[in-house]
């Protein structure tokens, strides 16, 4: 090795085959009797696999002899290629593995996954050696099924068994299923898990699409779609096969569901009464389903499929249910084995249980009603032909009963036509015969012909009430009467009639009353004497107000208005815009006159100001004006919106010298008292001149209205008001005589003050 450079190739190839290495020659391959050089880390591998193999110094010491004479040392390629052509010992599979993981890239990029999937050196929980195709990597199917042959088992190259073409789940699934599967057989024949319910449906559900396996009603393996049905129709049609009840929905999208007139037709004969008990059974769990089908609705209907009491055989429709029918000796009751509420059921469902109105009556109830009447009374035969009106045509009804004489409330016997029957819920009305003892039975009354509405006598002597009761009774029936017939002939009769109480209990004329809306309360107020009783609210709807004619918001007049208004004020309550929008539109429409306005409240302080004050509307500007007049002025904002009220008492909407002057005119009247009331007057006061300074109007001399500093008010006439902004001087004249010092004001109006004093 160390002479390798001196060396030809034919010497090289002579000296690789002396027998140098334990008496042995070196082979290129793992020849018999020859002895190989590996790469590092494939000595164990190879010794496993029976091939002598140099030790590693050795291999290095002659490497660069290898290497000139182009001798490749076994490494990954000639192993892959060597596992190719054998099976392996259970005890080589744990080397080969190491090898194969420590070289695990390489592997992947030298040889494709299907030809590694062929390597037969892996073990399976059977103790067998196999390749990597007859192993399933999918734990959760493989502890499903519990198949040793295609687990594998825990080896060191498992973590990598994803890298190899393993049986697809699908692909052996199906195969197990061909082997093993007893299609047609019961669970109890099957292997697990195939021997029960759950188990079935967890292979199912890892089925690929389109292979079924499916557990029938009476508990065999089927590959078929089988109808699906409720409890209670399996165990009504025993001998069809059904879809396992318990089965689960998921699985169960592509199965059909049995119709209920399928399951009708399919209905074996009820003389059983075990199969008549599920019969019924059936109906009440399987409701939805059956009453939902208009076939198997006439096929209940239609069909004699119910026992009567006395044994016959009867469909739905010629059940007898009602228990307050009377006894006339005919077989047309359900047999008492039938539910109480199987037979709702069918009652509420198919509209069953009474005979058809007008035969039983022409046929049944007519003569036996006649027949009560000869023994002298009619007993519940009438209860139920009156019950049976709300069937039957009043033609028929009247040609039962006629016009018959009844009794009124007082007990009297009226003629039919006198009768008038009040209104439901409505009590009785004096002076109007009423058969109200007969509320029940309004609509056979109605069917008779019974009057509703009463005449114009019955209504006049109605309206001769002396309590507000009589008063509400009234009220209800009118407002019931009004829903329903026209009484504009009538409508004279009631309105011009003094016998709706007011909030006083007094009567009044209904026009003389107001609507009790929030709409006119808020512009009339609530005074009792212009609403109708409280009592009467609730009887008193929109309608009855306007056929009666109560005054509306539209009606009132304005000194509706202004007398509630005024009690706001009095009272010291907010006013809302409302009432001045209401003075303001009528002022626009003219339907107030202005003049009038004015003297009903020029002298009035009704405006509601920002500030939260009445004030006369003299008093009022629609800008803010505090800085010149503190709260001697409101501000009322909300002016804009009433041009036509500030209009006529002349709100005004500037400032003008004229309000200021006015403002100083009552300076000068109330002097040190105003001085004392108001501690802004002196802010006031320079405001107030430097705005007439700009207008270029004065003050008259007489008026006290300049601010001393020492807080007098004297006229600018003064003999001793001065003005100075020389302190100095000032307080030497001041030792000389009185001296009044004009108040000179701050540093921004100072210049205006002196040319208002100037003046």
Known sequence: AS?????????????????????????????????????????????????????????????????????????????????????????????????????????????????????????????????????????????????????????????????????????????????????????????????????????????????????????????????TAAPATIALLDGCEFLHPDWPAELAAGARRMPAAEVLSRLPSLDDPELRARFYDWLLECRNEIFTNPDARRFLAEEKLFLSSGGRWLAAEE???????PELDIDWRPHSEIPAECLELLRRQLDVGSPDPEEVLTAHLLPAYRARLREGGEGPVLDYIIKLTTRVPARLVRSLVGQPDLRDDSGRVQPFSELVLPPAHCPPLPGIPCPARYQERREFLDKLGVGRVPARHHLEAAMSLTSLAECIALATSLAAWLREYDLE???????????????????????????????????????????PHPDLSPVLDVRLQEWLGLRTAADLDFPDVVRHLLARVQSGQ???????????????????????????????????????????????????????????????????????????????????????????????????????????????????????????????????????????????????????????????????????????GGPQDAVALDLFYAR
């Open 319 to 325: 059940l007898v249910l009602d228990p307050d029918f």
């Open 489 to 531: 002939e009538v409508s004279a009769i009631v309105r011009d009639a003094a016998w709706l109480f007011d909030g006083q209990s007094k009567k009044r004329y209904p026009v003389e009353l107001l609507c009790p809306r929030a709409e006119v309360e808020a512009l009339a107020g609530t005074f009792p004497e212009l609403y």
């Open 3 to 227: 002479q390798v450079h001196s060396l030809n190739h034919e010497v090289l190839e002579r000296c690789l085959t002396l027998p140098l290495f334990d008496g042995r020659r070196l082979g290129r391959g793992p020849d018999l009797g020859k002895v190989c050089c590996c790469l590092p880390g494939f000595e164990t591998v190879y010794r496993a696999l029976g091939v002598a193999v140099l030790d590693p110094e050795t291999a290095q010491l002659i490497a660069p002899l290898l290497e000139a004479a182009s001798w490749k040392p076994l490494g990954l390629e000639e192993l892959v290629s060597r596992l190719a052509l054998r099976t392996l010992d259970f005890a080589q599979v744990e080397p080969v593995q190491a090898a194969l993981l420590a070289h695990h890239d390489q592997l992947l990029e030298r040889f494709s996954p299907n030809f590694l999937a062929h390597l037969g050196v892996w073990r399976n929980q059977a103790g067998q050696v196999v390749p990597a195709n007859r192993l399933v990597n999918d734990a959760e199917l493989l502890e499903l099924l519990a198949d040793p042959e295609a687990t594998p088992a825990p080896q060191p190259l498992g973590a990598r068994l994803q890298d190899y073409q393993t049986l697809k789940p699908e692909d052996y699934l199906r195969a197990w299923l061909s082997k093993r599967a007893r299609l047609g057989e019961p669970l109890g024949h099957q292997p697990p898990p195939l021997d029960r319910l759950d188990g079935v449906t967890a292979v199912a559900r890892r089925l690929p699409e389109g292979q079924l396996l499916l557990v029938s009603s009476s508990g065999h393996l089927v590959d078929h779609w089988l109808p």
């Open 574 to 744: 907010p006013v809302g815009l409302h009432l001045y929008r209401f003075f303001e539109d009528g002022l626009e429409r003219n339907s107030i006159d202005a003049d009038q306005l004015r003297r009903a409240l020029a002298d009035k302080a009704f405006i509601f100001c920002d500030d939260g004050h009445f004030r006369r509307p003299d008093k009022v500007f629609s800008i803010p004006v505090f800085r010149w007049f503190g709260e001697r002025r409101g501000c009322w904002e909300a002016a804009g919106e009433f041009p036509r009220l500030c209009q006529t008492f002349s709100i005004p909407n500037r400032l003008e010298s004229g309000s200021i002057l006015a403002f100083l005119e009552e300076v000068a009247r109330e002097g040190p008292e105003m001085l004392e009331q108001e501690p802004a007057l002196p802010r006031m006061l320079r405001a107030c001149f430097t705005e007439l300074v700009s207008t270029g109007a004065s003050v008259p001399r007489g008026w006290p209205v300049i601010l001393t500093r020492d807080q007098r008010l004297v006229t600018s006439d003064h003999g001793s008001l001065v003005r100075s902004d020389t302190p100095t001087l000032e307080a030497l004249f001041s030792e000389v005589g009185d001296l009044l010092v004009a108040e000179p």
